[in-house]
């Protein structure tokens, strides 16, 4: 089993910065894909990062690529979503997840293990 436990969210305005946290317990998660995804009021849950945590490989969504940045932290154990030129229609409910599916999935169904999520709220 794995636990996943996000922080960092809150209330921004547009063109601010986030830093949102997501630590890993339980099983090591040294050898999944981990995930950000952003689920809008109406609107389904959409892959936002991946991260192939063994090698460090990444992946965006057209819509952050060069303002979202995923890393990790091993010795924490700890993945992070550095969010910088913030807009309103990244207002959402942002989840860490954690996946044995190789290549990394961008699917959420592919996902085994979720965090219980944390609100971004982007004031225009």
């Known amino acids: 089993q794995v636990q996943l436990v996000e922080s960092g969210g809150g209330l921004v305005q547009a063109g601010g910065s986030l830093r949102l946290s997501c630590a890993a317990s339980?099983?090591?998660?040294?050898?999944?894909?981990m995930g950000w995804f952003r689920q809008a009021p109406g609107k389904e849950r959409e892959f936002v990062a991946t991260m192939r945590w063994s090698v460090g490989s990444t992946d965006y969504a057209n819509s952050v690529k060069g303002r979202f940045t995923i890393s990790r932290d091993n010795a924490k154990n700890t993945v992070y979503l550095q969010m910088n030129s913030l807009k309103p229609e990244d207002t959402a409910v942002y989840y860490c997840?954690?996946?044995?599916?190789?290549?990394?999935?961008?699917?959420?169904?592919?996902?085994?293990?979720w965090g219980q999520g944390t609100q971004v709220t982007v004031s225009s």
């Open positions: 339980g099983r090591s998660v040294s050898s999944y894909g």
């Open positions: 997840a954690a996946s044995d599916f190789i290549p990394v999935p961008t699917i959420a169904s592919r996902y085994k293990y």
